[in-house]
């Protein structure tokens, strides 16, 4: 099978396990960290440079790109990898997450979501089996189903309504993509926001109409982290033991464990790509601003422990230059940095669970990340 | 001798000649294109991407640099070599051009340049001396003597009086340099606007003070092109045969043979960096704009007879895509072809030298540039 997942090792402290999920375009081992590419490119990365920090699979959003350039010129051009240049495993959102951010420009009926392009004003109507069409024409290796993701804060009667109706669109889009099963793995999308009876009924039913993996929406969405840590034990304690387990939009280094503790398999966050932007770095000694006077004649690199190509080649010094100056390279090296930061961090976590020390490496790797 | 330059070839059918200059950072194959890092950063590359497009010189700008970061934190970095992690030969310029281009905001008199600083409206005063300072300080292997650039059009008198200052100041800027000579060449600047009489006075000025190498500074101002052919003759018939001779800021593919076949040695422009970021991409088949919806589809690359990275394994479609989503990679790809064509453009050039071909390989290299 395609997309055949074995857990490999298991951790005997905590929940956490790692594993290999195959793909066609190669196996990916788990936890995993995504690196977001929203538009069809990691922002500011080539994918010989994300291969090299040792991105095994990335993220694309098919709400962005149904908008621009379009999945059917996307097609034309021979698919995301090819378009890319990525010859790894490609997940796509359904976009169920961007829509429902739209907030007052969408409209919900049963049937799909109507909103309105924020690029040109022009009517757009989005359903599950739409979600799927353009999830086929971009051709990532993971597609998720079109869900709706509930705001934080909500009443329960609402959130009530929109896990069902999600789960009725799961169905929908189980159905549109019968037949193509092989070529890309379609994930279920388990919602219910913080009430732990939703979240539980939502997961049995996605369970119930069956995927060959399935991820946990809806979460890292301001909710204090007790409430996340709660849904995500109630959900994987339904989820089946055998299949990945992807927390969508997270997170943090702190979220990293939190959720591979508890089971979860894969994540994907804007978090390291965004705010190495900002000059914001990850390091082992916890988060520096690269903007910081403090660093203006500092020979140093960003970071001591860190092999990445920008801590091998350039100071702190320089790298405040040009975050001062403006300059595309300041962007290119911090987030080369956070990625590397972030995938090693992951890796370290895998390895930590295959050498059965997960709780010593938690604790060393937190060291500098106070909750 | 450290700076040491030979003429190995020469065109017989023009005054165009192939030659190697020697610099601590090692040789410098002529004609050369120096691609131009103003903020000690050739916009959005990397050293290592610039070496495997065969740069094999770059420039940054005294100006810029004495601003921010300051030449004594870039000292304190190491220096512009270390502190950009670029090994291959660099040129400063004086910060003349820069300060002149301020305009109403500077004051000039004998002394020196009184200006505000455009970052923070500070009082800086900028002197011959000074500027050797900064420039030895940033440690480039070629530095440039201080001068007034005259704007175009100017009057006779006025442009006899800015020569005849850059030429008390670049006796001034020799003797600050003196002791420095084997670690950094110290290079003349020619002025006099288009007046025949002033550039063959400040020609036999400039080489009666003597330099290892010089240039040829107000051109590409604005003026006709056979404003700028004349100019070249006349101050390259004064200029040494055995010294190299580089012609500022200048230019586009067309004023490469122009230069070239007066004898002119080297060449900086912004031109490839700067256009490649609004998707403007030099090919042999003339200029296209990335922008544009025709290649919104189109799997080609940006050229099929280019062997850079970005034709290698990117479409013309992704790459306008890229584009119009304003993403990072799209100046990185634009950059990297069109520093590839300019650096490919003037191997190019220099090999049609030694295998005295350079006619016919203008004509065809040429054939879609309109003057």
Not at 38 to 47: D, I, L, R, Y
Not at 320 to 325: D, E, S
Request: charged content about 20%.
């Amino acid at each position: 099978m395609s997309f055949e997942f074995q857990v490999t090792s298991r951790s005997s402290q905590t929940a956490a396990r790692a594993g290999v999920l195959q793909t066609p375009h190669g196996p990916i081992e788990t936890p995993v960290f995504m690196p977001v590419g929203t538009k069809a490119t990691v922002k500011s990365m080539t994918p010989e440079e994300l291969q090299e920090i040792g991105a095994q699979i990335i993220l694309a959003n098919t709400f962005h790109l149904a908008l621009r350039p379009g999945e059917k010129t996307v097609k034309a051009l021979g698919g995301l990898h090819k378009m890319m240049n990525w010859n790894r495993p490609i997940l796509t959102d359904s976009g169920g997450f961007q829509v429902f951010s739209l907030g007052e420009l969408n409209k919900i009926t049963s049937e799909g979501v109507r909103f309105r392009s924020p690029l040109d004003g022009s009517e757009i109507f989005l359903t599950p089996e739409r979600a799927i069409q353009i999830q086929q024409d971009l051709g990532a290796d993971i597609i998720m189903v079109f869900d709706e993701c509930a705001p934080y804060p909500a009443e329960h009667e609402y959130v009530k309504k929109s896990a069902e109706m999600t789960a009725r669109w799961a169905e929908r889009c189980k159905a549109a993509h019968a037949g193509h099963e092989d070529c890309q793995a379609l994930f279920g999308i388990v919602q219910g926001g913080m009430y732990d009876d939703l979240r539980a009924w939502s997961a049995r039913a996605t369970v119930e109409i069956g995927f060959p993996g399935y991820a946990i929406g809806g979460l890292s969405v301001g909710e204090p982290k007790p409430e996340m840590e709660r849904a995500l034990e109630v959900v994987n304690a339904i989820l089946p033991d055998n299949q990945p387990r992807y927390l969508m939009g997270v997170g943090t280094p702190q979220d990293f464990f939190r959720g591979v503790e508890r089971g979860v398999d894969m994540f994907d966050c804007v978090l390291p790509t965004r705010s190495a932007r900002t000059g914001r770095v990850y390091t082992s000694e916890g988060v520096l601003n690269m903007r910081n006077a403090v660093h203006a004649t500092d020979d140093a690199p960003i970071s001591k422990s860190c092999n990445c190509y920008a801590c091998r080649n350039y100071s702190r010094g320089y790298i405040r230059h040009l975050f001062q100056a403006e300059e595309i390279l300041a962007s290119r090296l911090a987030t080369w940095h956070n990625l590397a930061y972030f995938i090693d961090l992951m890796s370290g976590i895998r390895r930590s669970i295959i050498e059965d020390n997960f709780r010593d490496f938690k604790a060393a790797a937190l060291a500098h990340y106070p909750d």
